[in-house]
């Protein structure tokens, strides 16, 4: 599903406008990336956690050369489902 299909669903669920709809999930979706952007955890009881999470240094090796190369530490986005989400996903795919 993409972003436009989902803003479909919402609006035959909800009597808003697809232009109230897309508003607020570009607001929602805004407001969680500049959250964790800035090293803030978002948490969505039972749907899950937003999160940075640091990745420390390595040394990965370039597959053509095979020469290893340096990979710097760097802090990468994150996601953890809550259990809610968890068991819907669990008991509904099979």
Same mark, same amino acid.
């Given at each position: ?31 969680? $990336?500049? &959250? ?10 039972? /749907? ?5 999470? =640091?990745? @420390? ?7 053509? $050369?095979? &020469? ?10 994150? /996601? ?5 989400? =968890?068991? @819907? ?6």
């Amino acid at each position: 599903m993409v972003k436009e299909e989902f803003i479909t669903k919402v609006c035959r669920k909800a009597p808003y406008s697809r232009t109230m709809v897309t508003t607020v999930l570009d607001i929602v979706l805004d407001t969680i $990336t500049k &959250e964790v952007a800035n090293g803030q955890t978002v948490q969505f009881a039972g /749907f899950g956690t937003f999160e940075p999470k =640091k990745c @420390a240094p390595r040394t990965g090796r370039n597959p053509h $050369t095979n &020469e290893e190369v340096p990979i710097p530490a760097r802090v990468v986005p994150n /996601f953890r489902a809550g259990k809610y989400f =968890k068991d @819907a996903v669990i008991h509904t795919v099979k």
